[in-house]
């Protein structure tokens, strides 16, 4: 499975961001995509993530009530909302591919694109 996120960009404060990560290969039912991301000096972090089959989503603390994950299937497609963003927001945006569900650990994924950075000005 090969991924591939698009999206990010400079937005203000209050502002909103939709990244999408199109993945090639198939994606398993049981399988979970996920977001990531990281800023400079600090460590990868779950943001969400959605179980392929069943349309669950799961969110972090942090952004809960702001960020929705959706999927398009037909297009093997995720996108991720980001409503209201803070600078606190402001990091690289990884997209993953878990084939046995959605886990807030980045250590179980087995499938990453490369990062879209998102900055978000105060």
């Known amino acids: 499975v090969q991924l591939q996120a698009s999206g990010g960009g400079l937005v203000q404060a209050g502002g909103s961001l939709r990244l999408s990560c199109v993945a090639s290969?198939?994606?398993?039912?049981?399988?979970?995509m996920a977001w990531f991301r990281q800023a400079p000096g600090k460590e990868r972090e779950f943001v969400g993530g959605?179980?392929?089959?069943?349309?669950?989503?799961y969110y972090s603390d942090h952004v809960k009530g702001r960020f929705t994950i959706a999927t398009a299937k037909a297009d093997n497609t995720m996108y991720l909302q980001m409503n209201n963003l803070r600078p606190e927001d402001t990091a690289a945006y990884y997209c993953?591919?878990?084939?046995?569900?959605?886990?807030?650990?980045?250590?179980?994924?087995?499938?990453w694109g490369p990062g879209t950075q998102v900055t978000v000005s105060s």
């Open positions: 993953a591919v878990d084939r046995h569900g959605v886990d807030r650990s980045a250590s179980q994924y087995e499938y």
């Open positions: 290969g198939r994606i398993f039912s049981s399988s979970g």
């Open positions: 959605i179980r392929w089959g069943s349309g669950n989503t």
